[in-house]
């Protein structure tokens, strides 16, 4: 792509995907898909380098793993819209037989998908593995994942940042969705993490944050920025500052929209915030 | 009866460890994860020619399993080295998630599975772990019997596509397979034809077997002895002929016998043709330290067990 007016107007068609998407099935998660749109937006549409046609093995390619598969909303919105599959199919999200499961998975054969999550925590894992592949296969392009701030709560990322750290995997950017929110509240009240930036410090990574989570501008910026903080020793952390559910001002600072579908003028009401750019599928 | 003959008491952990040189050698994708277990997994020959192809993870088996998992995007053959209890339980919703259900090409290689690595006790003595990967599905369950057979099946199954459970032990136990045998997944091994009773073992329960088998001929029992190295998928076929034949069935593991390869067999036998079944396993229970002899006379996975159990099965037909 593309300008920014373009990139806006593709965040805008994303969220009204992700609000029709959960609200025709009466389930799935739209805060947290919301709040990273336009994460997805301008990572698949700016920052990576993508092959035009899908193979699992990615080899040539960036790769992105969405550890906090519960925003497969957005993902398969921003998939679709890419070109990975139609964009009709977003239509058939958790439906019987469809390959848009609840959460994502490679099991139907989902272009675009590189392994299921959804029991949360084994992203980062799966993604140093895929980073050491590429070392391996000389192949010099950039893994990047996506992880929940509540997330981190789970003990296998922290023998992941331990690896990472250590072993200098350094063509890997995770990306931490910091909304401070999960589904029974604000995290420093569920369980307070402390300071993200100086654990992950502590643990030998390049962090950076970007304030401007929900800025497209911001977030490609960001995320340039990072990857030119590859390759030099250190496996790179951006702590992206977003606003779980932004755009739709009733599901905006709260928890409550983590994994709840709106109802008929619920819906109405965010899509009259969200107006219709590219065409709904 | 036909004679085996044991060429020198090896563990099959060398056998795994001397596959893997193998691999190393001869095909470049295969690489070798540990959580700091080189020593026990005897893997250093590997590590020593292949250096840039090994990962040492540490204490974090979980980490270890989604990397594997990773490793496979790219076209990387990952092997996964561990105890079999930190192999399975620890990790099982890793394994679930990010290698079976995504269908992923990783080798999780689990060495000292059930009682007989011996002194450490019940922590480590995981007799659950063939159940816990037999009901995943797309999950290969291999458990060869002998150094030979361990060394065949590590090189088979870097050439087969899918996530695969391979399950080996400690201690020395009878080299009796051939050296140079082609393994081939699923496929049961007749070893001793015989007509009165079939004993299905796996492991290196199958030595066991057939020492059983030779002290029932002497008291006139003809004993069919299948070693069973693939658990699932199960050679259904061979132990349904076999049986169409004896009319009953001793099954013999180190393992539980909830979830284990007796259960395995009771299935197909139900569906297709019900017979007799006694179970050589262990009875729902923990294990305790001990040496592996022991643990294997007071736990009853020994060939004075199969044969005990033979005598029963042989009244109930």
Same mark, same amino acid.
């Given at each position: 792509?593309?300008?920014?007016?373009?990139?806006?107007?593709?965040?805008?068609?994303?969220?009204?995907? +992700?609000?029709?998407?959960?609200?025709?099935?009466?389930? =799935?998660?739209?805060?947290?898909?919301?709040? $990273?749109?336009?994460?997805?937006?301008?990572?698949?549409?700016?920052?990576?380098?993508?092959?035009?046609?899908?193979?699992?093995? %990615?080899?040539?390619?960036?790769?992105?793993?969405?550890?906090?598969? !519960?925003?497969?909303?957005?993902?398969?919105?921003?998939?679709?819209?890419?070109?990975?599959?139609?964009?009709?199919?977003?239509?058939?999200?958790?439906? +019987?037989?469809?390959?848009?499961?609840? !959460?994502?998975?490679? !099991?139907?054969?989902?272009?675009?998908?590189?392994?299921?999550?959804?029991?949360? %925590?084994?992203?980062?894992?799966?993604?140093?593995?895929?980073? *050491?592949?590429?070392?391996?296969?000389?192949?010099?392009?950039? +893994?990047?994942?996506?992880?929940?701030?509540?997330?981190?709560?789970?003990?296998?990322?922290?023998?992941? +940042?331990?690896?990472?750290?250590?072993?200098?995997?350094?063509?890997?950017?995770?990306?931490?969705?910091?909304?401070?929110?999960?589904?029974? =509240?604000?995290?420093?009240?569920?369980?307070?993490?402390?300071?993200? /930036?100086?654990?992950?410090?502590?643990?030998?990574?390049?962090?950076?944050?970007?304030?401007?989570?929900?800025?497209?501008?911001?977030?490609?910026?960001?995320?340039?920025?990072?990857?030119? /903080?590859?390759?030099?020793?250190?496996?790179? $952390?951006?702590?992206?500052?977003?606003?779980? %559910?932004?755009?739709?001002?009733?599901?905006?600072?709260?928890?409550?929209?983590?994994?709840?579908?709106?109802?008929?003028?619920? *819906?109405?009401?965010? *899509?009259?915030?969200?107006?219709?750019?590219?065409?709904?599928? | 009866?036909k004679?085996?003959?044991?060429?020198?008491?090896?563990?099959?952990?060398?056998?795994?460890?001397?596959?893997?040189?193998? #691999?190393?050698?001869?095909?470049?994708?295969?690489?070798?994860?540990?959580?700091?277990?080189?020593?026990?997994?005897?893997?250093?020959?590997?590590?020593?020619?292949?250096?840039?192809?090994?990962?040492?993870?540490? &204490?974090?088996?979980?980490?270890?399993?989604?990397?594997?998992?990773?490793?496979?995007?790219?076209?990387?053959?990952?092997?996964?080295?561990?105890?079999?209890?930190?192999?399975?339980?620890?990790?099982?919703?890793? &394994?679930?998630?990010?290698?079976?259900?995504?269908?992923?090409?990783?080798?999780?290689?689990?060495?000292?599975?059930?009682?007989?690595?011996?002194?450490?006790?019940?922590?480590?003595?995981? #007799?659950?772990?063939?159940?816990?990967?037999?009901?995943?599905?797309?999950?290969?369950?291999?458990?060869?019997?002998?150094?030979?057979?361990?060394?065949?099946?590590?090189?088979?199954?870097?050439?087969?596509?899918?996530?695969?459970?391979?399950?080996?032990?400690?201690?020395?136990?009878?080299?009796?397979?051939?050296?140079?045998?082609?393994?081939?997944?699923?496929?049961a091994l007749l070893l001793n034809e015989g007509?009165?009773?079939t004993?299905?073992?796996?492991?290196?329960?199958?030595?066991?077997?057939?020492?059983?088998?030779?002290?029932?001929?002497?008291?006139?029992?003809?004993?069919e002895v299948i070693n069973?190295?693939?658990?699932?998928?199960?050679?259904?076929?061979a132990?349904?002929k076999s049986?169409?034949?004896?009319?009953?069935?001793?099954?013999?593991?180190?393992?539980?016998?909830?979830?284990?390869?007796?259960?395995?067999?009771?299935?197909?036998?139900?569906?297709?043709?019900?017979?007799?079944?006694?179970?050589?396993?262990?009875?729902?229970?923990?294990?305790?330290?001990?040496?592996?002899?022991?643990?294997?006379?007071?736990?009853?996975?020994?060939?004075?067990?199969?044969?005990?159990?033979?005598?029963?099965?042989?009244?109930?037909?």
């Amino acid at each position: 792509m593309s300008n920014i007016q373009q990139l806006n107007d593709l965040a805008t068609q994303v969220r009204r995907d +992700i609000l029709r998407m959960v609200h025709k099935v009466n389930s =799935g998660h739209p805060g947290g898909s919301l709040g $990273c749109t336009e994460f997805f937006v301008a990572l698949y549409n700016e920052i990576m380098e993508l092959k035009d046609e899908f193979d699992m093995d %990615g080899i040539g390619e960036d790769l992105f793993f969405l550890s906090n598969g !519960h925003i497969s909303p957005v993902f398969y919105s921003v998939l679709a819209r890419r070109g990975y599959f139609p964009v009709k199919e977003l239509d058939t999200f958790r439906m +019987i037989d469809s390959r848009l499961q609840g !959460h994502p998975t490679t !099991h139907e054969g989902l272009p675009g998908i590189r392994v299921a999550s959804g029991s949360l %925590g084994q992203g980062m894992s799966v993604a140093i593995g895929a980073a *050491l592949a590429k070392k391996l296969n000389k192949d010099n392009h950039v +893994i990047y994942s996506l992880h929940g701030d509540g997330e981190l709560q789970e003990g296998q990322n922290w023998e992941a +940042i331990m690896y990472a750290a250590a072993y200098k995997v350094d063509n890997y950017i995770a990306t931490v969705d910091y909304n401070g929110q999960q589904i029974d =509240g604000a995290t420093d009240d569920v369980l307070p993490m402390g300071d993200l /930036r100086v654990k992950f410090e502590a643990f030998g990574w390049d962090v950076m944050e970007i304030e401007e989570g929900n800025n497209i501008e911001a977030v490609i910026a960001g995320m340039k920025e990072a990857r030119t /903080r590859t390759g030099k020793g250190k496996p790179v $952390c951006v702590l992206l500052h977003t606003v779980m %559910g932004n755009g739709v001002d009733f599901m905006m600072y709260t928890h409550a929209w983590h994994g709840k579908a709106p109802n008929d003028e619920q *819906l109405e009401k965010a *899509l009259a915030q969200n107006p219709e750019t590219l065409g709904d599928y | 009866m036909k004679k085996y003959t044991d060429t020198g008491k090896k563990d099959t952990r060398s056998g795994f460890g001397a596959g893997m040189t193998v #691999l190393g050698r001869t095909n470049p994708n295969v690489v070798a994860l540990c959580a700091d277990l080189i020593g026990s997994l005897k893997i250093q020959e590997f590590i020593d020619e292949n250096p840039e192809r090994f990962f040492q993870v540490g &204490i974090a088996e979980a980490n270890m399993m989604g990397m594997a998992a990773g490793l496979t995007i790219g076209g990387k053959i990952p092997f996964t080295g561990t105890f079999a209890n930190f192999s399975t339980g620890r990790v099982y919703d890793q &394994i679930r998630q990010s290698i079976a259900y995504s269908g992923k090409n990783v080798k999780i290689c689990a060495s000292h599975a059930g009682l007989t690595l011996g002194e450490d006790g019940a922590t480590h003595q995981i #007799l659950e772990d063939i159940g816990l990967m037999k009901m995943l599905p797309g999950m290969t369950v291999i458990n060869p019997c002998d150094y030979n057979q361990t060394k065949a099946a590590t090189i088979a199954i870097a050439e087969y596509e899918g996530p695969v459970y391979l399950r080996f032990g400690r201690p020395t136990v009878a080299n009796f397979t051939p050296e140079d045998q082609k393994f081939e997944i699923g496929k049961a091994l007749l070893l001793n034809e015989g007509t009165d009773v079939t004993i299905i073992a796996t492991g290196h329960l199958v030595w066991e077997a057939l020492i059983a088998a030779e002290a029932l001929e002497a008291k006139g029992i003809s004993a069919e002895v299948i070693n069973i190295h693939t658990i699932k998928p199960l050679d259904e076929e061979a132990i349904l002929k076999s049986v169409a034949k004896t009319g009953c069935v001793v099954t013999a593991e180190e393992h539980n016998y909830y979830g284990g390869l007796g259960e395995s067999v009771a299935r197909v036998l139900v569906k297709n043709q019900p017979a007799p079944q006694e179970f050589v396993a262990t009875n729902d229970t923990f294990g305790e330290s001990g040496t592996p002899a022991q643990l294997m006379e007071k736990y009853g996975l020994n060939n004075k067990a199969i044969e005990k159990a033979v005598e029963k099965v042989l009244k109930r037909k």
